[in-house]
Structures are given as structure tokens and as C-alpha cells.
């Protein structure tokens, strides 16, 4: 079946660097987003894995295993404004490219 | 700003009435999917339309509705409502199987 498991809640301190790590149990993998959500606003996008490695973009990077049916994100040089919900999301090629999403990972930054 | 624009922001009706919330995609892309997200949960997938036909659906009730119109934009009309409907409600939009891009979302409130 389908299964996408990140950790609940993270806490870091500003400065710091933090990796959100998610699992997945899917068929037909088409790639692995991340997507950024303050509370009460939009979702939005981060980063697109389809190949393993990684990918880097600033101070955020992402990393794929497809093997290992694992990813990460990692933040690093963090700031207060990170503080928000972290979503990890696969995309399936044989459900007309749905995207099953992961609960997300709340990160709590401190000073 | 994603591009993607949805009316109302806000949302405050009664138990038992019909509301109607509204998404234009980004300029060019065919899919639009709706989302509720609930207070403190993760994204629920509802339903998608891809140039003005039903393509996925996911956990959406039989009281919900939706459909995409030829102009591309898409409403979706939730009736009966009762209070655990409540929530906010994402539309996204992208070019077939690309990125999902978000729109602000609209905050239903049932009193």
C-alpha cells in the first residue's frame, strides 16, 4: 500500500542545521516533492527529487534514495522565519500522477 | 504569489447551508485540484480536473462537488454542511504532471 512517514514535530536553534527525514511505501514512484506550510497559509514548493542524490538550492537541500525509499531535507543557517510545517509528498505514475502526501513535520526553531 | 487565486478568503456560514468556493489555476496550466486541510492535520486530497474533465478523486464526500469550467477555473460546492467541515480549503494547480502550485486558500468556518 501507500505509507509516507515523517517525524511529527522537530525542534532546532537558530544557526543551526536540521534534517526532516521521510520514508515512503509506494508503487510506480514518479519522483518526491517538498513543500513549505506556515501556519494557516499556502503549501509551497521547495524542491523535486526524482533521481538519487542530491539537490541543492540555497540553503535548502534534498536527498533522494530511491532504494531506500527514503528522503531528507536539509535547512541549513537556520532563522526564526523557518519555523513551519514541512511536507513531504510522493508522486505515483500509475494513479494519474497523484500525489500522496505525507502528515508533514512541524519544525520549531528557537533563539 | 503562486498565480493561483481563490475567492472567498473567508468563509463564516451555518450548519446545513451550500457555499461555493472558487480557484483560477496559473496562466497555462490544464489541472486543478482541490485539498482541505483540517485544523492542525495534513492535507486531504479531494479531487482533481484536468481541462474541464473529472481525472482523480480522492476522500470527498458525497455532499461535495466540483467541476472545472472551459475558462479553466473551477468551483467547488460543499452543501449540507456540518461544523466538522470546517477548514481550510487549497486549490492547486499545475501543467499536467508537473509541480502542484497553491493558491492562498479559503477558510471555511460552519457555526
Known amino acids: ?111 | 504569489d503562486s498565480g493561483v487565486t481563490q475567492t472567498p478568503k473567508h468563509l463564516i456560514t451555518a450548519t446545513g447551508q451550500r457555499v461555493t468556493l472558487r480557484c483560477s489555476p496559473r496562466s497555462g496550466d490544464l489541472s486543478v485540484y482541490w485539498y482541505q486541510q483540517s485544523l492542525d492535520q495534513g492535507l486531504q486530497f479531494l479531487i482533481q480536473y484536468y481541462n474541464g474533465e473529472e481525472r482523480a478523486k480522492g476522500n470527498i464526500l458525497e455532499r461535495f462537488s466540483a467541476q472545472q469550467f472551459p475558462d479553466l477555473h473551477s468551483e467547488l460546492n460543499l452543501s449540507s454542511l456540518e461544523l466538522g467541515d470546517s477548514a481550510l480549503y487549497f486549490c492547486a494547480s499545475s501543467s499536467d504532471s508537473d509541480t502542484q502550485y497553491f493558491g492562498p486558500g479559503t477558510r471555511l468556518t460552519v457555526l
Not at chain 1, 532546532?12 to 508503487?27: D, K, R
Not at chain 1, 519522483?31 to 509551497?44: D, K, M, S, V
Open chain 1, 1 to 111: 500500500g501507500q505509507n509516507i512517514d515523517q517525524p511529527t514535530e522537530m525542534t532546532a536553534t537558530e544557526g543551526a542545521i536540521v534534517q526532516i527525514n521521510c520514508t515512503y511505501q509506494t508503487s510506480g514512484f514518479n519522483g518526491l516533492f517538498w513543500y513549505q506550510q506556515h501556519a494557516g497559509e499556502a503549501p509551497t514548493f521547495l524542491s523535486y527529487n526524482v533521481l538519487d542524490g542530491l539537490e541543492e538550492k540555497g540553503r535548502f537541500s534534498s536527498f533522494l534514495s530511491r532504494s531506500k525509499g527514503y528522503s531528507y531535507l536539509l535547512l541549513k543557517e537556520l532563522q526564526m522565519k523557518d519555523s513551519a510545517s514541512y511536507l513531504c509528498a510522493v508522486r505515483e505514475s500509475h494513479s494519474n500522477y497523484q500525489l500522496i502526501w505525507g502528515a508533514g513535520t512541524k519544525l520549531i526553531i528557537k533563539p
